[in-house]
């Protein structure tokens, strides 16, 4: 059952601020469907209200998520594909803050291909993925550690890790501050916690398209700050990525956790609001945005259908993408579907 028919449990105040004073900002999803997002007026968080409640939506990423959005129990070639070119992309920014042999935690680690590809260049890398076709083929098919579950049922021992990443799930869970304070329990002091959310200022994205059910939070850099921050930790950066559409926080775990006043977020719902309201479907159509991004995914597909050719199976693959990364070099000119013709 689609995540909305279950979307019934009022918001009492805000994740941040606690705030109970919120703007209706959008009242439908990317697909049409009835979805009622507000901004909190305090802070410029925006979520979804009303929202399914816990154990529907544990149910849902148990056993829907990936059925609803891949048509698939497992990642086919085609997806570890996709996934292990993203894989690369977030290696790269990952790099500054690994020492060989860091310790990783990959929450939501999904087909398991980032977490493969630190541990080919040489990192004590697992996963925590809760939907059970996902976690058992990265485990069954490129063998590496990942538990089945989310933060309820998380193992992990205190202290003991390096670095922590959570790409693409705060905007999904329930109580993220809860979350990241869970998360800041299994780093070393000194180690980070890397998160990367859609950003809620995307411009590069039809203005329809921005909200969608499974997301119950839409956090901006400031929105995404403050949420480490009252998790107790340091804020070493944010950033956004090229086309504006994500936006990436870096925390550092302190000796002691940081006690600070939450700082104060006075105009961020103000530079929210304005921004939703401006980025209208007329205004995006005169960016190059709707142009561009279609191109881009045909070639995109087309480089993928190449590439996925010269492979069996999503291990191999995966191996040549890390491949890629450890000698960059090789590889400068050959990006795409000639790079693993002259090296698969
Ligand atoms: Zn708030």
Redesign the pocket.
Same mark, same amino acid.
């Given at each position: 059952m689609p995540l909305h028919a279950f979307s019934s449990t009022p918001v009492e105040h @805000?994740e !941040? @601020?606690?705030?109970t004073h919120f703007t209706v900002v959008a009242s439908k999803d990317r697909d049409g469907q009835p979805l009622r997002s507000v901004i @909190?007026e305090? @802070?410029? !968080?925006v979520f979804s209200d009303p929202r399914p409640d816990s154990t529907q939506i544990d149910d849902f990423y148990r056993e829907g998520y990936r059925m609803a959005y891949k048509q698939a129990w497992q990642p086919r070639l085609k997806h570890t594909y996709r996934a292990g070119k993203v894989a690369q992309d977030r290696m790269r920014h990952l790099m500054a803050l690994l020492v060989p042999g860091s310790s990783v935690l990959d929450f939501g680690s999904g087909g398991g291909e980032l977490v493969f590809i630190l541990r080919e260049l040489g990192h004590e890398a697992r996963g925590i993925e809760p939907n059970i076709g996902y976690a058992e083929y990265s485990r069954d098919v490129l063998g590496i550690t990942v538990q089945i579950g989310g933060f309820a049922e998380a193992r992990v021992e205190p202290r003991s890790l390096d670095l922590v990443t959570l790409f693409h799930v705060a905007e999904h869970l329930e109580h993220p501050v809860e979350a990241f304070k869970q998360a800041a329990q299994w780093l070393r002091v000194g180690g980070k916690l890397y998160i990367e959310v859609p950003n809620v200022e995307s411009r590069c994205i039809w203005p329809s398209s921005r909200f969608h059910q499974a997301h119950l939070y839409n956090f901006n850099a400031a929105t995404l700050a403050q949420a480490g921050r009252l998790a107790g930790l340091g804020v070493v950066t944010t950033f956004t990525s090229e086309d504006g559409g994500n936006v990436t926080a870096i925390f550092e775990k302190p000796e002691t956790p940081i006690d600070t006043a939450p700082a104060p977020l006075a105009d961020n719902a103000d530079r929210i609001a304005r921004i939703l309201r401006d980025h209208t479907a007329f205004a995006h159509a005169f960016t190059a945005h709707p142009y561009t991004r279609p191109i881009q995914k045909l070639r995109r597909q087309w480089d993928e259908r190449q590439a996925i050719a010269h492979f069996s199976d999503g291990k191999t693959l995966l191996q040549h993408l890390a491949r890629e990364i450890k000698h960059p070099q090789r590889h400068d000119h050959h990006d795409g579907p000639k790079g693993a013709l002259a090296t698969a």
């Open positions: @805000c !941040l @601020c606690h705030s @909190c305090n @802070c410029g !968080l």
